[in-house]
């Protein structure tokens, strides 16, 4: 198999035919073969292909789970069994090739939201389980800062910090949970924590909380675009606040895109770099120069469906 990647000027090349030994860090395209084996496919010829794309690399908007998810998509349609997978078990295989195959922090919502598309809640506990939603959203706008970030650092950082707290507090409080305890409950928890545990466990359940706010105003049949927003900054409040992952130059661009005309927005993905984004219903193309101006680059996007074969003929 040949696979090129002219957008990072580079490519790859190995045999579908043995299990594969992994030759650098995240070596996704092995990778996402051999976990397919394992699992009963196979590949009886090789061949050539070429992989393009126009998402930040290493900037919070999910680029290394769009290649995989679209690349296990493409090899089990490729594979003797020839099976189209379901979104849910694309986004499985992605999982387990970029994530468990390397022991990485990360969960499964990217690989959910890049397999399945559209707009839906994505519940882990105790089961998974997937809500899709129909709301009518408009146009939103990225801004990619630039800055390089430390994914798995902040990932380690920030997960593992709130694990350990949650393991911590169980062992003095069995009733302890991270879905079910009140924000106004946790005053006889903090007392057995050290400030930054304190600040980093309040964010949590804070965000746990706006997700459900947003959750409800989601599932609303007309949906109040500034209540959104609203709900988007709150959420920012606390990631630069609390678990203290967003950067002044991130902060400058959501300043400059709220003055243009946006309604609200965060920084994107585990934070520290990368990118940030905003609801623009209104001003967009105004929105996306203010985000230029601060020292960004802008992409005006709209939601669409996941990753999927399409056949185009000359």
């Given at each position: 198999m040949h696979l090129a990647l002219p957008d990072i000027h580079a490519e790859i090349s190995f045999s579908l035919t043995a299990p594969l030994?992994?030759?650098?860090?995240?070596?996704?395209?092995?990778?996402?073969?051999?976990?397919?084996?394992?699992?009963?496919?196979?590949?009886?010829t090789g061949f050539d292909a070429e992989a393009r794309g126009n998402i930040p690399?290493?900037?919070?908007?999910?680029?290394?789970?769009?290649?995989?998810?679209?690349?296990?998509?493409?090899?089990?349609?490729?594979?003797?069994?020839a099976k189209k997978l379901s979104p849910a078990e694309c986004a499985r295989y992605a999982h387990a090739a970029e994530v468990i195959e390397f022991h990485e922090p990360g969960g499964m919502m990217?690989?959910?939201?890049?397999a399945c598309g559209g707009?839906?809640?994505?519940?882990?506990?105790?089961?998974?389980?997937?809500?899709?939603?129909?709301?009518?959203?408009?146009?939103?706008?990225?801004?990619?800062?630039?800055?390089?970030?430390?994914?798995?650092?902040?990932?380690?950082r920030v997960k593992n910090g709130v694990l350990k707290i949650a393991q911590q507090l169980a062992t003095s409080y069995p009733e302890f949970s991270l879905h079910t305890v009140a924000?106004?409950?946790?005053?006889?928890?903090?007392?057995?924590?050290s400030a930054e545990q304190q600040t980093l466990l309040l964010g949590t359940i804070r965000n746990?909380?706006?997700?459900?706010?947003?959750?409800?105003?989601?599932?609303?049949?007309?949906?109040?675009?500034?209540?959104?927003?609203?709900?988007?900054?709150?959420?920012?409040?606390?990631?630069?606040?609390?678990l203290k992952i967003s950067t002044p130059k991130i902060d400058r661009m959501l300043d400059a895109a709220m003055n243009a005309g946006a309604f609200g927005g965060k920084i994107n993905g585990s934070g520290g770099g990368g990118c940030m984004f905003v609801y623009a219903p209104e001003n967009t193309e105004r929105v996306a120069r203010a985000i230029e101006d601060a020292g960004g680059k802008a992409y005006i996007v709209e939601v669409d469906s996941g990753t999927r074969i399409e056949s185009h003929t000359e």
């Open positions: 030994v992994y030759q650098e860090e995240r070596d996704y395209f092995r990778s996402a073969v051999n976990v397919l084996r394992r699992d009963g496919f196979t590949f009886a690399i290493n900037s919070g908007t999910s680029s290394s789970t769009a290649l995989v998810v679209t690349w296990i998509n493409f090899l089990a349609q490729m594979s003797e069994q990217d690989h959910f939201a890049t707009v839906f809640f994505l519940q882990f506990h105790p089961v998974i389980k997937m809500e899709a939603l129909q709301p009518k959203l408009k146009s939103f706008v990225l801004g990619d800062s630039g800055e390089p970030k430390d994914t798995k650092g902040i990932l380690a924000l106004k409950d946790l005053d006889h928890c903090l007392r057995n924590l746990r909380d706006i997700t459900l706010e947003a959750l409800a105003l989601l599932r609303q049949p007309i949906l109040d675009d500034r209540e959104l927003g609203r709900l988007l900054n709150d959420c920012q409040t606390v990631l630069r606040e609390n």
